[in-house]
C-alpha cells in the first residue's frame, strides 16, 4: 500500500509541475519603421517552458542589424495568448515578446 500511495504521489507532481522543455525563441513579426521585432514560442499544457533570455536577445539583435541598427532591448514582460484551447483549459499556449532596436538608423 506504501508503495502505491508514492507512486501516486510522485505522479502527482510529475502531471501539475509538467516536464521542463527547453524552447528557442522564434521571429514572429515586427515593424522596420517602429524599429520593433516580435520574437515567440509554443509551450503545450503539460510543459514548463525554459528559455533563454540571451538566445532571444541574439536573435532580435541580428534582426535589428538587417534594418541598420546594432542592438536590441527587450520591452518588459510577455504576453501568452491561447492558440489550441480545449474543454480542459489550453492545449498550447504562444508566448510573445517584443524588442526594441536600438543604436543607428
Same mark, same amino acid.
Not at 514560442?41 to 534582426?63: D, P, W
Not at 532591448?73 to 508566448?95: H, K, M, Y
Given at each position: 500500500?506504501?508503495?502505491?500511495?508514492?507512486?501516486?504521489?510522485?505522479?502527482a507532481?510529475?502531471?501539475?509541475?509538467? @516536464?521542463?522543455?527547453q524552447?528557442? +525563441?522564434?521571429?514572429?513579426?515586427?515593424?522596420?519603421?517602429?524599429?520593433?521585432?516580435?520574437?515567440?514560442?509554443?509551450?503545450?499544457?503539460?510543459?514548463?517552458?525554459?528559455?533563454?533570455?540571451?538566445?532571444?536577445?541574439?536573435?532580435?539583435?541580428?534582426?535589428?542589424?538587417? +534594418?541598420?541598427?546594432?542592438?536590441?532591448?527587450?520591452?518588459?514582460?510577455?504576453?501568452?495568448? @491561447?492558440?489550441?484551447?480545449?474543454?480542459?483549459? @489550453?492545449?498550447? +499556449?504562444?508566448?510573445?515578446?517584443?524588442?526594441? @532596436?536600438?543604436?543607428?538608423?
Amino acid at each position: 500500500m506504501k508503495k502505491i500511495t508514492l507512486a501516486a504521489v510522485v505522479l502527482a507532481t510529475l502531471l501539475s509541475t509538467g @516536464c521542463a522543455v527547453q524552447k528557442d +525563441w522564434s521571429a514572429t513579426g515586427g515593424s522596420k519603421s517602429d524599429g520593433t521585432i516580435k520574437l515567440s514560442y509554443q509551450v503545450g499544457m503539460f510543459e514548463a517552458a525554459e528559455v533563454s533570455e540571451e538566445q532571444g536577445i541574439n536573435l532580435a539583435t541580428k534582426r535589428c542589424s538587417a +534594418w541598420g541598427y546594432t542592438n536590441a532591448e527587450a520591452f518588459g514582460g510577455s504576453t501568452q495568448v @491561447c492558440t489550441s484551447p480545449s474543454s480542459s483549459g @489550453c492545449n498550447i +499556449w504562444l508566448v510573445t515578446k517584443e524588442y526594441q @532596436c536600438t543604436g543607428g538608423e
